[in-house]
């Protein structure tokens, strides 16, 4: 039994500085603390509830639907201590929000790619359950992100994501004075092979502990980089924040169906009008 000193587990959480009070069910991760701005833009409104360290939360609501967001900053340990808070003082649904590098030719700067399931390259799930434990995304997270993108137009790929530790190294590219990590150079062609649409470094921790407490987890990331044709802009970053606004709608939606008709899950079957 952990001592008091070490118990994480008080009302107002350790790194986030958030209570129960203070965050939707349902929040949106972005790794930049700035981009909470141009989340929140997307809003019928927002109060600024908490920041500390990398971690900036608001809370408001979209089409009367209560949402949240907090910042995690970069990389998946970052990410698993937001989700582990967040998790304590009631938060059920996920959705991180941010930028990727494709991997795939047909995939353009500015385009979304909504992740049905991460490859595992990060070490921090690792630290929670056995390597070859599946990182997927929650079904009824996919289906709002990707009727979230219908409705607003929006050109998306749906598939695999993998999840990486190091921006440099990790996802191939050179590192100081174009130092190579062992295998960096196949890595691409590799991911590219196995039909892994893009690289970013959060989302496979989220979908891991996610679905180890039971909960939904999903991400919608903007296309910054193409890795096969070489293109780069940073284009298209509130498209990932509309996308999932909206999609926490549908999802409020999806909830009440169900309720409604007395289902466990939401199903194609299930109309979102």
Partial sequence: MARDSEDPNADVQYHLEVAPDDVAETVLLPGNPERLEKIVAHWDDHEERAHHREYRTATGTTEGTPISVTSTGIGSPSAAIAVEELARVGVETFIRVGSCGALQAEMDVGDLVISTG???????????????????????????????????????????????????????????????????????????????????????????????????????????????????????ESKAAETATLATHLLAKMDAKKREVGADRWHAGLSLE
């Fill in 118 to 236: 991460a490859v595992r390259q990060e070490g921090t799930s690792d630290e929670y359950v056995r390597e070859d434990y599946p990182a997927t995304a929650d079904h009824e997270v996919v289906s709002a992100l990707i009727a979230a993108a219908e409705r607003l137009g929006y050109d998306y790929h749906t598939g695999i994501t993998m999840s990486a530790d190091s921006f440099y190294a990790g996802q191939g590219r050179p590192g100081y004075e174009g130092f190579e990590a062992a295998g960096s150079e196949e890595l691409v062609a590799q991911l590219k092979e196995a039909n892994v649409k893009n690289i970013e470094m959060e989302a496979s921790a989220i979908f891991t502990l996610a679905n180890l407490y039971g909960l939904r987890a999903g991400a919608v990331c903007t296309v910054y980089a193409n890795r096969e044709t070489g293109e780069f802009a940073t284009e298209g």
